[in-house]
């Protein structure tokens, strides 16, 4: 379905049809949520056409926080860009192949929900399922998945104990997250329909060794891309296939703010929309946020890091008949170094006294620490 565009009065393009969703949306957000039978629960289907990653994410925050959702629930359908997204307890040193990203301009995010870290490309569909907190339901939410799979493409799955979607018996083909709070939920999950696997692989093979935390760690597993099971999966038909499932057997009319009646998102399709500050008035300031280095970086559970220097390692020693090794041991709280030391230190070497010093108060990166290492070694051996 080709959406209608509008330019609103500050120039953006908003969705003229889409408008009226918004002032039911916007209407919605004065009245308390109240309980309602099932039944009377108006559905509502949004594409967002941002593919950042942090738009993305900000939208869907913006959505979760400001919705009253005892009236209607929402799914929302969305694409990123290259992007590796980490949950809110984990640690993007550990997560992500940081020189991997840096170097291929892989964006770093953090997400609200907990859970492990994925690749998103604009082969990996993704999406939000909102709803009240009582109404939670993410095996239902999946269920719309697998059923919509098979009703397009013959595709059977299962719903594994993890809420994972998987085929083939073994290979993963969704992931799932969540945030609940009160009074709203969102339950969002990853579908791998044509992901670029290498990519994938590299920018979360992460082989950094010597950080100690308590942060949440991934789980990896074997995974598929529906094109590799039917070559006829396309992304259009399926967020159609998943849409249509998620809309099955509703009927819905809504009043626009003239009091004219008009067919709602069951008859009209879905909603293309372009998330911006007029239509969702605070979305830049979460917008900040999500792109600050405070969120991505400084978010990270308190942790360690130990490296061992030692000839066979890195050629440092203090002196020719000196090669005890060396271990420099840096402790991180918020993405800050808090103290650094280096044990067997001698005496004589006051010099590197003050460059361990001087780490403290310093954001913590790969780079600071293999300079530091460098910066030990002595000049002339």
């Known amino acids: ?198 990519t994938l692989s590299l920018a979360l093979d992460n082989t950094y060794e010597g950080i100690a935390t308590n942060a949440t760690k991934s789980a990896p597993s074997p995974i598929r891309n529906l094109t590799e099971m039917n070559c006829h999966v396309e992304m259009d038909r399926l967020l159609s296939a998943i849409g249509w499932e998620y809309l099955r057997g509703e009927t819905m009319t809504l009043h626009d703010e003239h009091g004219q009646k008009f067919l709602g998102p069951q008859q009209r399709g879905f909603q293309m929309l372009n998330p911006t500050e007029d239509w969702f008035p605070g979305i830049e300031k979460i917008l900040e946020e999500f792109r600050g280095w405070d969120w991505i970086y400084g978010k990270s559970p308190t942790f360690t890091v130990t490296r061992i220097l030692s000839r066979a390692r890195d050629s440092f020693v203090i002196s020719r008949d000196d090669i005890r090794p060396q271990k420099l041991v840096i402790s991180v709280e918020k993405g800050i170094v808090q103290d650094a030391t280096l044990t067997s230190l001698p005496s004589n070497v006051s010099q590197y006294e003050s460059l361990i010093a001087n780490l403290s108060g310093k954001r913590f990166s790969y780079g600071l620490v293999n300079n530091t290492v460098r910066a030990l070694r002595p000049v002339n051996f």
């Open 1 to 198: 379905m080709q959406a209608i565009f509008r330019h609103d009065a500050h120039g953006s393009k908003v969705p003229a049809k889409f408008a009226r969703f918004l002032f039911q949306l916007r209407h919605a957000l004065t009245n308390s949520a109240k309980a309602i039978p099932k039944d009377g629960v108006k559905k509502f289907i949004f594409i967002s056409q941002s593919t950042d990653i942090y738009v993305n994410l900000a939208l869907e925050h913006w959505l979760y926080r400001n919705s009253d959702l005892s009236k209607q629930h929402v799914l929302l359908l969305w694409r990123s860009d290259p992007c590796v997204v980490i949950g809110r307890h984990q640690n993007p040193w550990i997560e992500c192949n940081i020189p991997v990203i840096e170097s291929s301009q892989i964006a770093v995010a953090r997400r609200n929900s907990g859970g492990g870290a994925v690749y998103h490309d604009i082969g990996n569909l993704n999406l939000s399922f909102f709803t009240p907190r009582e109404r939670y339901d993410r095996t239902y939410n999946l269920n719309i998945i697998k059923r919509a799979l098979f009703r397009e493409w013959n595709l059977e799955s299962i719903i594994n104990k993890k809420d994972d979607i998987i085929v083939e018996g073994k290979f993963k083909v969704s992931g799932t997250a969540a945030k609940l709070g009160h009074p709203n939920a969102y339950h969002h999950c990853t579908l791998l329909v044509n992901v670029n696997k290498e």
